[in-house]
């Protein structure tokens, strides 16, 4: 059974002055222990993919599958905090909240008390490569890519093994670029995550297992 599946998939909304076919008959999957890159120019399409498969919104055809079932027979709400995790371009880490308390913050959210959030939250911390010292400090005292990694510490904390990535290295300079990149093919290969992410960059998509070109709303392999 696959991870993600897409059957069939369009993707219709409408302007102040026309209606936008956002994506058009799109049928593809996805499986764990992969890494998965979506490409193209701005406007391709590429936001709204990733917007079904996180459960922002459906389909207008056609239907997101995960591990089989359908997200329109679903809570989407129930979905999004219980079988997928998003790692954001700007990170949205809660500026007020320390390193350790915005990784806590899913797991509390999904009822876990607070003693075994905070172990679990040190954990993952450590996992990512930051040192114990990064866990009580806020994140604008951290560097970009310092971010990222407390942003997928924090998704991890979600107990999913689907991450979903919207341009994860965006903000990040090469070197950065490149860890991140490792560490999420690290948790596919390695852990059985199937990752997806969108991005930009050519030469970094060229590293995934698998690329996904989208021109126009239409998926282009």
């Known amino acids: 059974m696959h991870a993600l599946e897409l059957c069939n998939v369009s993707y219709t909304y409408q ?35 990733l917007s079904l498969l996180a459960g922002l919104d459906l389909p207008s055809q056609g239907e997101v599958l995960c591990q089989g079932t359908p997200t329109s027979q679903v809570k989407l709400e129930t979905y999004r905090r219980e079988q ?3 790692i ?13 308390e915005n990784v806590m913050y899913p797991m509390e959210l999904r009822g876990m008390k607070s003693k075994e959030a905070r172990t679990k939250a040190q954990a993952l911390i450590e996992r990512v490569g930051l040192p114990e010292a990064v866990s009580q400090r806020f994140p604008t005292m951290l560097s970009g890519g310092e971010q990222q990694r407390v ?36 948790l596919a290969h390695q852990e059985g995550y199937c990752v997806i992410l969108v991005t930009h ?11 996904l070109e989208l021109h126009d709303g239409q998926l282009v392999f």
């Open 15 to 49: 302007t102040q002055y026309q209606k936008v076919e956002a994506l058009r008959s799109i049928s593809t999957s996805f499986d764990q222990g992969k890494v998965y890159a979506i490409v193209g120019k701005s406007g391709s399409g590429k936001t709204t993919l």
């Open 84 to 86: 997928v995790a998003v």
């Open 88 to 100: 954001y371009q700007n990170f949205r880490l809660f500026p007020l909240l320390t390193v350790e």
């Open 151 to 186: 942003a997928i510490a924090r998704a991890l904390g979600m107990d999913t093994h689907i991450l979903l990535a919207d341009e994860p290295t965006g903000n990040l300079d090469t070197s950065n670029s490149e860890n991140i990149f490792s560490l999420l093919q690290g």
């Open 201 to 211: 960059d050519r030469v970094l998509a060229g590293k995934a297992d698998q690329v």
